[in-house]
């Protein structure tokens, strides 16, 4: 599992709003793409985008949930063409207290 944080490129353009971080976490199983997520949107200010790159076929669902426990936005979920992975780009909400998911 490798992980990069990077800032936006041209390439983002299609999106609304900037990549602030990417994770690359292909390989990971459940909990760590969500344990990773919540690290990462913590320093992240509401509006800005996550993108994270899973082939845990359950980490769409995973993340899914823990976005609307959490206040954030999964903006779209979308396959990585010729690979099993997929592409999730998260839209940091408002930081939830610390004591939450």
Same mark, same amino acid.
């Given at each position: ?10 390439? &983002? ?10 994770? $690359?976490?292909?390989? @990971? ?9 919540? @690290?990462?949107?913590?320093?992240? %200010? ?7 790159? %899973?082939? $845990?076929?359950? @980490?769409?669902? $995973?993340?899914?949930?823990?976005? &609307? ?5 999964? %903006? ?15 839209? @940091? ?9």
């Amino acid at each position: 599992m490798v992980e990069k944080s990077s800032p936006s490129g041209p390439e &983002d353009a299609p999106f609304t709003g900037e990549i602030r971080q990417r994770l $690359d976490l292909t390989g @990971a199983l459940c909990p760590l793409p969500v344990v990773k997520a919540r @690290a990462a949107l913590r320093s992240m %200010v509401p509006g800005e985008l996550l993108e994270l790159i %899973v082939t $845990d076929p359950l @980490a769409e669902l $995973d993340l899914t949930i823990f976005c &609307d426990q959490t206040g954030h936005e999964l %903006v779209s979920c979308q396959p990585v063409n010729g690979t099993e992975a997929m592409r999730v780009l998260i839209r @940091a909400g408002q930081r939830p207290p610390a004591n939450t998911i």
